[in-house]
Every structure is written in C-alpha cells, then in structure tokens.
C-alpha cells in the first residue's frame, strides 16, 4: 500500500482526536481537550540499522483543524518503546529492553530502557510522576547529543540573553535555548505572572496567555521559522514552547502535593499550544541547565547563591528522563 499524502494523514489523526472542536472537548475523539492529550505518533521499523525505530510526533490542535511535525514530546518518546516490543517491531529483551529510537522530526535520537515482563512492555511498577494519577512502570529515556534540534546550536539565535518589544511598547528579556527543542524562557516577574500557580488558574488569565503567545511568536521569527508574529501565531505552533521562571519559591504541585522551597532550585511553568502544561514536560526540562547565561540558568545562578556546573546539570538529565507509562 502506498503511503498517504500529508493532507490526509493529517485528516486521520485529526478525525482520530477529534479535531477541530470549538468548545475545546474533543468530545468526539480521543483526544482531552488539553495539548498535553492530543497528540500522536507515527512509529515504524528503521531503515537504518543504526536505529531500531523511527518516530515521527504530531501535535494536533485542540479547536482548529492543525497538525504541526516540527517538535517532539517526551511523553510520546517514552511511549515508543512498550509499544515497538509489544507491535513486534523490536524483539522482548528481559527484564530491560533496550531501544534506539530516532525521532524525525528533529533528527536528535534516544535510548529507551523499557521493562518487559512475559515478553511484552511492563506495565505496573512503583514508579510515580506528578500528573498521573497512579504509580507505573518507569521507563528511563538516554538522550544522545539533544542540542541544535533545528540543526543549528545550543542557542539557536547565538546570544543567551536578548530584548524584544512588544506591541504595548513593553520590552522583555527572553533565553531562547535548543535541547531536545526549542525553549523560550521569560522571568515571570516581567510579565507580572505568578510562576507558583496552577495551570488552570494560568489558564483563565487570557491577558497573560496573549502575551505569553505574542513573546513565543517573536522567538518564532528570531529563529527564522516565520516572517512575522502574524504568521507564527497562524502555522508555527508546536515550537518553541515557552516558560515562565521564577526564584525558588513553596508551591503546590498538580498532584496536590506541598513542595517545600528548600527542595527547590527553580521554579518554572511551561505552556505549549496556548495551554499550561499539567507537569513540566522532559524535553522542555532539558533546556534550563544546558545554556550557561541563558536567563533561566542566569535566574538559578543568582537567586540560588550556587553555579550550576556538570555535576547538576547530570543530576538534572537524570531527572528529565525519567517518565512513566500508564
């Protein structure tokens, strides 16, 4: 069978989701109404015996009929590997397989380390992350060399730090920074946001989340994927991401739990598609240590009294990779 033309592979996954919603339900699909829950992936075996499989992500708009390829997602990432063993596309390898993947989109690649039990993905574990309602089992993700997503560098614009000006005349200092994907990182004091609030109390505040889209598309045009905010507010949405960051600061996290701000470096909020982030996604985690200067790692570095060296920036890797299956 040949393959589909774009236009209706992305009829499909938008039919699948149930894509376009104006009410934001995606009642009729599979879809949850949040970016976090609509997306998919294509996964298949690889031509190239350096890689076991390939995976090609989509995110798919929630209230208009728009799939974007130009990213990659974590969650996703980690759900390659249960189900390439369980499709048969990669042999079981007990208690751990492990699975080169390569992501197309963005032609970066992973080690997953999947557990298997009677030959197929394991799926119960003790493992838990906040967001997912019940523990599972933990699949750890080894990203190999995840800078330059876009094919350029670490810091795609070649500065760690710089100004834009926004419509209302203001002018704020934003970190663009690629690892794993592109990032735009803003303080949350210079848009007037609270970093510590929750996602949906993030997601009521219309004005903040206009401005917020209205930074990300100027970092659309700086990266060249869009000749104006105009455009990048119509066609560039899965990337870059953008977040809020702030100084350490006690906070509730979306499982309920009273995070002390002792136990805190950074505190940061993601918003992808217009939407808050649940969690704070891996990928998007990978950026904030990676870029020396950048005002993330700038913010860390002063508001923590400590220089983030190899050392944090392994145990941050570590933490990033770590996702669960539910």
Known sequence: MAPYDQMTRDNIILTALGSPDPDGRQIDGLGGGISSL????LIGRSANPAYDVTFNFAQVDVKKPFVDWSGTCGNMSAAVGPFAIDEGLVPAVEPVTRLHVLATNTGKSYIAHVPVRDGQAEVDGDYRIDGVPGPGARIALEYLKPDGSLGGALLPTGMPRQQIRLADGREVTISIVDAALPMVYVRAADVGAEATRLAPELDRDQALQAVLEEIR??????????SSVEAAHETVKAIPKIALVAPPAA???SSGRSITVEHIDLVARAISMENTHR????????CIPFAP???ACTAL???SG???GRRWISKSLVRSSDVTRR
């Open 38 to 41: 609509s997306k998919a992936a």
């Open 217 to 226: 598309c100027h970092a659309v045009v700086l990266l060249g994927l869009a």
């Open 251 to 253: 906070y509730q996290s």
């Open 279 to 286: 969690t704070f996604p891996a990928t998007s985690s990978m």
């Open 293 to 295: 200067g950048s005002a």
């Open 301 to 303: 570095r002063a508001l």
């Open 306 to 308: 400590s220089t983030p």
